[in-house]
């Protein structure tokens, strides 16, 4: 299972909106909406931000929504914030009955 | 509050296993699966397999087939995981995590593989 694409690097000033995509097949996230998104500070163990392409855990910042179009899902991050800082990984159920997470972001807030 | 809690850090020579438990609490184990992701160092995550806790039935991702297995003991509410015939770039964080969409993590452990 090859990992899901995601760009290696976004940034945004505080105040900003971005937006990190995580391209997969019609075997991984266009199959299912069973995509979740992580983010990692150096050095702790993920976090999960949202999980079934929409829904935030309890605790998650509303700032923080997903979406999906197609073998396409997307993570975005409004009002940016400097704790915001970190790397981003989507996950997806596939049709294999395993997960595939994606390469990884690193959101620099500038 | 829930709280999976894992084994300390490991230092394996290539060829040798590693067992990493996975202690956890503040909810019914059987309720959940348990998977297992790792990370090299500056890598990606990178899902390994998880375990339904109800039934003991498991699925390992295709790289890991033959050198991983995934146990768990209900009465000890703990998950657990080997790798075999372990190698240089075997060396990661192993991480477990609940259901389905990774909702609560272990805090990692570290596993060295060097000669």
């Known amino acids: 299972q090859s990992a899901l694409t995601q760009p290696a690097s976004v940034s945004g000033s505080p105040g900003q909106s971005i937006t990190i995509s995580c391209t997969g097949t019609?075997?991984?996230?266009?199959?299912?909406?069973?995509v979740s998104w992580y983010q990692q500070h150096p050095g702790e163990a993920p976090k999960l931000m949202i999980y079934?392409?929409?829904n935030r855990p309890s605790g998650v910042s509303n700032r923080f929504s997903g979406s999906k179009s197609g073998n396409t899902a997307s993570l975005t991050i409004s009002g940016l914030q400097a704790e915001d800082e970190a790397d981003y990984y989507c996950?997806?159920?596939?049709?294999?009955?395993?997960?595939?997470f994606g390469g990884g972001t690193k959101l620099t807030v500038l | 509050q829930v709280q999976l809690v894992q084994s300390g850090t490991e230092v394996k020579k290539p060829g040798a296993s590693v067992n990493i438990s996975c202690k956890t609490s503040?909810?019914?184990?059987?309720?959940?699966?348990i998977y297992w992701v790792r990370q090299a160092p500056g890598q990606r995550l990178e899902w390994m397999g998880w375990?339904?806790?109800?039934?003991?039935?498991?699925k390992y991702a295709q790289n890991f087939q033959g050198r991983v297995t995934i146990t768990r003991d209900t009465s000890a509410s703990t998950a657990y995981l080997e790798l075999s015939s372990l190698r240089f770039e075997d060396t990661a964080v192993y991480y477990c995590?609940?259901?389905?969409?990774?909702?609560?993590w272990g805090q990692g452990t570290l596993v060295t593989v060097s000669s």
């Open positions: 996950s997806s159920y596939t049709t294999s009955a395993t997960q595939v």
């Open positions: 019609s075997s991984d996230i266009g199959a299912y909406n069973y």
């Open positions: 503040g909810y019914t184990f059987t309720s959940y699966s």
């Open positions: 995590a609940r259901r389905y969409f990774f909702d609560f």
């Open positions: 375990i339904n806790v109800a039934n003991g039935n498991t």
């Open positions: 079934d392409v929409t």
